[in-house]
């Protein structure tokens, strides 16, 4: 759990030292301001949870300074504490922004409970919200199937759920990264707190760098006002990067910043800002040889790679097709009135034979199209439309390795024989003896393509 973050404004040197040894003492963390300027500069470069702020200060009051870091950040609440106190000066501060009014001198222990309960109503006004936006959501238990791959997948996943270091999720497009960085989000120390998502292939260098950063005013052409960028939005929550590999080089060592140092800087800013992010990074591409083209930073890939879970594709457990593809049809029924969709054998048994290049997502597309297609009823082999081979996927295979290709070119092959080696090496042209010392070196069952036509 992240310790408690307190900005404490006084001008007063004594008694910053004994608020701030008390408050210590008892686990917070404290960092100091003796001015306007300077509480500013220290509230928008620490994010604090709370701020304790003496009234009357060397260049101005407690009242000036409430409504600037309001605008910095409306979420953290604010403690004005005075030696003139009055019901006038109370109401105007509560007004500007304060969250409590307290007279000096402070009762240290009456500060520390109420310093708790604003910490407290804030992580559960940040729970609600995460709560909200869960269930606006539909949420996918990203674990569906009875295969060996999938069974290994949770039992790695769930060793490591509430863990706070990163995690680097590897698969093919459409296999489920992003559903597994959720529910490890949601299982894990920081399920309060934001998640925050990005895919890094959707954007340029500069667009990125804008997203994930932000920017202050006049940064570049057309920032006309700041912007907080996606880091801070995800501050004490996790933040998934989705494509970790087509992360331009240029913004990896700024990344890798905010990861060992908790710091970082809006475009067109000098100064740094704190935040606290655990961060889930996927990736279909081959970090470890896209390190060694020098196509991604070295030290940016041990860093997010401390824990890494990999996503099997679809076609590698197709014993889990039935499972999915029923699981996706009764939730595409049920608000369509439709109850639970079925299958026909000739259908299923279609399902488990097609290669999916587009895992997971293409099954649920496939589906989604027949239950809006088919004239109700159970689904049969007719109303299945499955994609030719796109561009997209041309695209894909441009990431992969030649071993990667050599793998995914072998196991279509085996489908389409049946998994009988002899017919697929007369296929590829190879002898059968050097199949077989393929299948061996590239770790294939070729017993999990052996099914009965439909």
């Known amino acids: 759990m992240t310790r408690t973050r307190i900005l404490l404004v006084d001008d007063e040197p004594g008694v910053r030292l004994g608020m701030r040894g008390y408050l210590t003492a008892r686990g917070f963390d404290v ?106 959501r539909t949420s996918v238990d990203p674990f569906i199937g009875a295969s060996a791959a999938i069974r290994g997948l949770r039992a790695e996943a769930e060793r490591i759920q509430h863990s706070d270091s990163p995690v680097l999720i590897t698969g093919e497009t459409g296999s489920g990264k992003s559903v597994l ?82 710091r970082f800087r809006r475009l067109g800013d000098v100064k740094d800002r704190r935040v606290d992010v655990r961060l889930i990074a996927a990736t279909h591409q081959d970090l470890g040889t896209a390190t060694r083209e020098k196509r991604f930073r070295g030290d940016l890939y041990f860093r997010v790679s401390t824990l890494i879970l990999h996503v099997p594709a679809l076609r590698e457990r197709p014993e889990d097709i039935p499972l999915l593809a029923h699981h996706f049809l009764e939730e595409m029924g049920r608000p369509r009135g439709r109850g639970g969709v079925g299958l026909q054998p000739d259908a299923e048994s279609a399902l488990v034979r097609y290669p999916w290049p587009g895992n997971i ?14 004239g109700g009823g159970p689904l049969s082999r007719g109303d299945l439309r499955f994609e030719p081979a796109t561009d997209d996927t041309h695209q894909e295979d441009e990431h992969l390795t030649l071993e990667e290709l050599e ?38 069952n070729r017993s999990g393509f052996q099914k009965p036509d439909p």
């Not at 997502?361 to 239950?371: D, I, K, T």
């Open 31 to 136: 960092d100091e301001a003796t001015s306007l300027a300077e509480a500013q500069e220290q509230f928008r470069a620490q994010r604090p949870d709370v701020a304790v702020v003496d009234y009357r200060l060397t260049d101005g009051t407690a009242l000036e300074l409430l409504p600037r870091l309001k605008e910095i950040d409306a979420a953290v609440p604010l403690v004005v504490l005075t030696g003139h106190g009055s019901i006038e000066l109370a109401v105007q501060a509560v007004k500007e922004g304060a969250e409590q009014f307290l007279t000096k001198p402070v009762e240290m222990a009456v500060l520390t409970v109420v310093l708790e309960r604003l910490v407290a109503q804030r992580r559960e006004r940040q729970r609600l919200r995460a709560d909200q936006s869960r269930t606006a």
């Open 181 to 262: 960085a959720r529910w490890l989000h949601e299982g894990g120390p920081r399920a309060d707190a934001p998640f925050v998502d990005l895919n890094c292939a959707a954007l340029s260098k500069d667009l990125l760098d804008s997203e994930l950063f932000g920017h202050e005013k006049g940064a570049f052409t057309g920032a006309v006002n700041a912007k907080q960028g996606l880091l801070e939005v995800a501050d004490r929550g996790t933040l998934f990067l989705d494509e970790m590999g087509d992360m331009d080089l240029a913004v990896q060592p700024k990344l890798l910043k905010v990861l060992e140092e908790k």
């Open 361 to 374: 997502r293409e099954l649920r597309n496939v589906l989604e199209r027949a239950v809006l297609l088919s």
């Open 407 to 444: 793998r995914r070119h072998i196991e279509r092959v085996l489908r389409k024989e049946n998994g009988h080696v002899e017919r697929a090496a007369l296929r590829l042209g190879i002898p059968r003896s050097s199949l077989y010392e393929r299948l061996k070196r590239l770790g294939i």
